[in-house]
């Protein structure tokens, strides 16, 4: 009993464990709120609502990233390298601002302009304008947001970091819920492209005694320097953010014409589900692995950093699949409504290529955290264009079920390109 009392608590002064264990119970209450926000939803607007609402998050989260100048993930690094220099923080703090504002600017003027035709290209239909009009008016409250977040996790206050995703998982649940009462299929869309802008104010709050938190901090000087490392970053990052939502607009749109908006529906429940399961590592991720990635400087233990993440996270996602394939029926009666019973046959192939998906981004990191810009884009791009291809090919074949097998099978492959690309830092050269 004593060698496992000392054995945990030796396991929890490990940072990654830490971080993980921290972001676990953030997560925990994530999803408990999202059961119950998915529920509600699925079963207020049904698998044909739940499609249109794919649509809206797709195009929503590629434009709140642009809005913020994809600069988060650089905001992290930057900050995490030169956190123990004032006057290059305050470089750092200030030009970030500068280019979320800017960005924000042009994006929410895209947003109230374009808001019909928006509505008729992604939404099907003419009468979502509003939905459009609101989000650009309220972008500015989740760029802001967005880039205080990026700050905390940059100066890696764990803690603070998770108390403020807790709060804001609570606001967003009641805010989610009142509107989608209130009005249905129309609340959800409200709530799609606000309530990220609700967490400002609560972000606000609890940064607020937070030692970088000085208006000193965001009111320095336009740095070129500084605001070419951010671009560097911010083309990486937006090639994420457009890349993999255009992808599933484009394919959910094949299977709503060629298919039916059900299946669609089916599809988008599946993602969700993954989704919700996989926050808990991808959370992880951005808050421990890539400040830590950025940190390190040598390369044998760079090399030690990602075995020991290995380590961590393969396990629990081994069980995490196993555990939610064992028991789909019930995920899909908990989260769902009876329409949604034969998406079961979905969840094979989901689950192994989230298992691939996640241990393929272990080592695809390194590029975001070395700013290998040109390697990342190309491999996004490529992966991205073959994903979409298999999607087209296996939908004729197998039906809606052929986007998860396309899925799992460019999974494989991108992993396998990754293994590749960093072999030399994975194998030792006296092993070479």
Not at 217 to 228: Q, T
Request: hydrophobic content about 55%; charged content about 15%; glycine content about 6%.
């Amino acid at each position: 009993m004593k060698h496992s009392k000392l054995f945990l608590r030796r396991l929890m002064e490990i940072d990654i464990i830490k971080v993980f264990s921290l972001n676990a119970v953030s997560t925990l209450i994530r999803m408990l709120a999202g059961i119950i926000s998915v529920k509600v939803v699925a079963a207020i607007i049904g698998p044909a609502g739940v499609a249109l609402i794919g649509q809206l998050n797709n195009i929503t989260s590629i434009l709140l990233g642009v809005a913020n100048g994809c600069i988060n993930s650089g905001i992290t690094k930057y900050v995490a390298e030169y956190k123990e220099d004032k006057c290059e923080i305050r470089k750092l703090l200030s030009n970030a601002l500068r280019i979320t504002l800017f960005f924000t600017f042009i994006v929410a003027l895209f947003l109230i302009i374009l808001r019909n035709y928006l509505s008729r290209w992604i939404m099907l239909s003419d009468e979502y304008g509003y939905v459009f009009l609101i989000f650009g008016f309220t972008i500015v409250l989740y760029t802001l947001n967005a880039l205080l977040i990026s700050v905390l996790n940059g100066f890696r206050e764990f803690k603070k970091y998770v108390a403020v995703n807790i709060c804001g998982t609570f606001i967003g649940l009641i805010f989610s819920i009142t509107l989608v009462f209130s009005f249905g299929l129309t609340g959800a869309m409200i709530n799609a492209v606000t309530f990220q802008s609700v967490m400002f104010f609560v972000t606000l709050w609890m940064c607020r005694k937070c030692q970088w938190m000085k208006y000193s901090n965001f009111s320095g000087c336009l740095d070129p320097v500084i605001i070419r490392r951010y671009l560097g970053y911010s083309l990486m990052a937006f090639t994420t953010l457009s890349l993999g939502p255009v992808s599933q607009i484009l394919l959910r749109g094949y299977v709503i014409s060629e298919v039916s908006i059900t299946e669609a529906g089916w599809w988008e429940a599946m993602n969700r589900i993954s989704s919700m399961y996989l926050s808990v590592i991808t959370t992880s991720f951005a808050v421990y692995y890539l400040p830590r990635l950025s940190e390190i400087k040598d390369n044998w233990e760079l090399r030690r950093e990602i075995f020991r993440c290995y380590k961590v996270i393969v396990p629990i996602l081994l069980i995490a699949t196993i555990v939610i394939y064992l028991l789909r029926h019930f995920i899909i009666w908990l989260l769902f409504t009876p329409e949604f019973y034969p998406m079961e046959g979905f969840f094979i192939w989901q689950m192994l290529g989230d298992f691939f998906k996640i241990v393929s981004w272990l080592l695809s990191y390194l590029m975001v955290a070395k700013a290998m810009t040109k390697a990342f884009i190309t491999t996004e791009v490529i992966f991205t264009l073959f994903f979409v291809g298999l999607g087209y090919i296996f939908i004729q074949v197998n039906g809606t079920i052929g986007l998860t097998q396309a899925y799992l099978v460019n999974y494989i492959l991108y992993l396998l390109c990754m293994v590749i690309m960093f072999r030399r830092t994975l194998i030792p050269a006296k092993y070479k």
